[in-house]
């Protein structure tokens, strides 16, 4: 009989082992650890591509091109977070909506493979703008330099901050309307829109702020998110003509006025060169400043062995450092140089074979290579 109780014992034991064996483990791949443990460094170059009204335009280069990226926007006076953004893969670019008149920092960092986070970079910070719209009866000339037909299309204009006003037109097939657009560095507090009284009466193309009426000028329209052109035939039938915002790109010295909607019939015209670059017009979206194509360091052999040697284009460098992550974002080497060499040599023996991401640090300038480990 106690032989028999404890066989059954020992069954019972063996049956809640193996059914509390069979239990699945909670997956923690898709929750955020509390603090950082990931070693996969931030995107490089993060900077403001261009920035309107109501939305800022980031742009960054990938340390790794696999790797997804989170976006903080916040508030500068306070910083309060405004918008925490995930980005997919494969991407260098996005575009958030953040409200107007108001300045702005931001940081970005790289998620691992797990859903960790690696370590942010600096905040960046960009203040709001100052851009002004002058209505003004002046003749700037009969040559057009940028056309703007249809909607979704800019022609750009001085954003310098020197007060230098570029003179644009919105005509029909009879009429025209001459008006101006300058940039104005007041601190750069606020996104702001003014209708100077000279000429703006007694006209068939009106410029309201956010579809609204104006103030009586000079005045102004204060902060506005946008500008509507009505066309009063002199019959008093009002038709809403065109739409449009101001945006500036902070690395530059243009910004754009931007056709959000424009009426069969009418079209914009500027009536000078584009700004400090000639007699081009139209859009321009690259910026040779924070164009590194033509920057990035060497190494070699590729694939390489036990050995691995660097040249970082920068022998004038005071110091180098030089790290090695695998494709789970994993730092395997970390090794600083002494600068002022062309050429430096790191020693990879122990490292699997495969895909790397060599890290290049150069007095704050980093760059970043893919390499391969052979046998």
Same mark, same amino acid.
């Given at each position: 009989?106690?032989?028999?109780?404890?066989?059954?014992?020992?069954?019972?034991?063996?049956?809640t082992?193996?059914?509390?064996?069979n239990?699945?483990?909670?997956?923690?791949?898709n929750?955020?650890?509390?603090?950082?443990?990931?070693?996969?460094?931030p995107?490089?170059?993060?900077?403001?591509?261009?920035?309107?009204?109501?939305?800022?335009?980031?742009?960054?280069?990938?340390?790794?091109?696999?790797?997804?990226?989170?976006?903080?926007?916040?508030?500068? /006076?306070?910083?309060?977070?405004?918008d925490?953004?995930?980005?997919?893969?494969?991407?260098a670019?996005?575009?958030?909506?953040?409200?107007?008149?108001?300045?702005?920092?931001?940081?970005? &960092?790289?998620?691992?493979?797990?859903?960790?986070?690696?370590?942010?970079?600096?905040? #960046?910070?960009?203040?709001?703008l100052?851009?002004?719209? #002058?209505?003004?009866?002046?003749?700037?000339?009969?040559?057009?330099?940028?056309? #703007?037909p249809?909607?979704?299309?800019r022609?750009?204009?001085?954003?310098?901050?020197?007060?230098?006003?570029?003179?644009?037109?919105?005509?029909?097939?009879?009429?025209?309307?001459?008006?101006?657009?300058?940039?104005?560095?007041?601190?750069?507090?606020?996104?702001?829109?003014?209708?100077?009284?000279?000429?703006n009466?007694?006209?068939?193309f009106?410029?309201?702020?956010?579809? #609204?009426?104006?103030?009586?000028?000079?005045?102004?329209?204060?902060?506005?998110?946008?500008?509507?052109?009505?066309?009063?035939?002199?019959?008093?039938?009002?038709?809403?003509?065109?739409d449009?915002?101001?945006?500036? &790109?902070?690395?530059?010295?243009?910004?754009?006025?931007?056709?959000?909607?424009?009426?069969?019939?009418?079209?914009?015209d500027?009536?000078?060169?584009?700004?400090?670059?000639?007699?081009?017009?139209?859009?321009?979206?690259?910026?040779?400043?924070?164009?590194? /194509? &033509?920057?990035?360091?060497?190494?070699?052999?590729?694939?390489?062995?036990?050995?691995?040697?660097?040249?970082?284009?920068?022998?004038?460098?005071?110091?180098?450092?030089?790290?090695?992550?695998?494709?789970?974002?994993?730092?395997v080497?970390?090794?600083?140089?002494?600068?002022?060499?062309?050429?430096?040599s790191?020693?990879?023996?122990g490292?699997?074979?495969?895909?790397?991401f060599?890290?290049?640090?150069?007095?704050?300038?980093?760059q970043?290579?893919?390499?391969?480990?052979?046998?």
């Open positions: 009989m106690q032989f028999r109780f404890s066989f059954l014992l020992a069954c019972l034991l063996a049956t082992f193996l059914c509390a064996s239990v699945p483990t909670p997956s923690l791949s929750h955020f650890p509390s603090s950082l443990s990931c070693e996969l460094p995107p490089t170059n993060f900077h403001v591509v261009e920035q309107g009204p109501t939305s800022v335009t980031y742009g960054w280069i990938p340390f790794i091109d696999g790797a997804q990226h989170r976006i903080k926007t916040f508030r500068t /006076s306070d910083g309060s977070l405004l925490n953004t995930v980005l997919p893969a494969g991407i670019t996005a575009t958030i909506l953040v409200p107007p008149n108001t300045d702005l920092s931001a940081t970005i &960092n790289s998620i691992c493979e797990d859903g960790s986070e690696g370590e942010p970079t600096p905040l #960046i910070r960009f203040p709001a100052i851009l002004e719209i #002058i209505v003004a009866g002046f003749t700037p000339g009969d040559q057009r330099y940028c056309t #703007i249809s909607a979704n299309i022609c750009e204009f001085d954003a310098s901050g020197n007060g230098t006003m570029t003179p644009f037109k919105i005509y029909n097939s009879t009429e025209s309307r001459d008006f101006g657009v300058r940039y104005v560095n007041n601190n750069g507090e606020k996104l702001q829109v003014s209708l100077e009284s000279n000429g009466t007694n006209q068939h009106k410029f309201y702020c956010d579809g #609204i009426t104006p103030p009586v000028p000079p005045e102004g329209c204060g902060p506005a998110q946008y500008l509507r052109i009505m066309y009063e035939s002199g019959s008093g039938l009002a038709v809403q003509a065109a449009f915002v101001l945006i500036r &790109n902070p690395f530059t010295t243009f910004g754009y006025l931007q056709c959000i909607s424009l009426t069969s019939g009418f079209k914009f500027r009536m000078a060169p584009g700004p400090a670059f000639g007699n081009g017009g139209g859009d321009r979206t690259s910026d040779p400043e924070n164009d590194f /194509s &033509n920057q990035l360091p060497t190494a070699s052999p590729n694939p390489f062995s036990n050995t691995l040697d660097i040249f970082p284009n920068n022998p004038a460098a005071a110091s180098i450092t030089l790290q090695m992550y695998n494709l789970s974002g994993q730092k080497l970390d090794q600083q140089f002494t600068g002022g060499q062309e050429q430096y790191l020693s990879t023996e490292l699997a074979t495969g895909f790397y060599l890290r290049i640090e150069a007095d704050g300038e980093v970043t290579l893919k390499v391969i480990k052979s046998e």
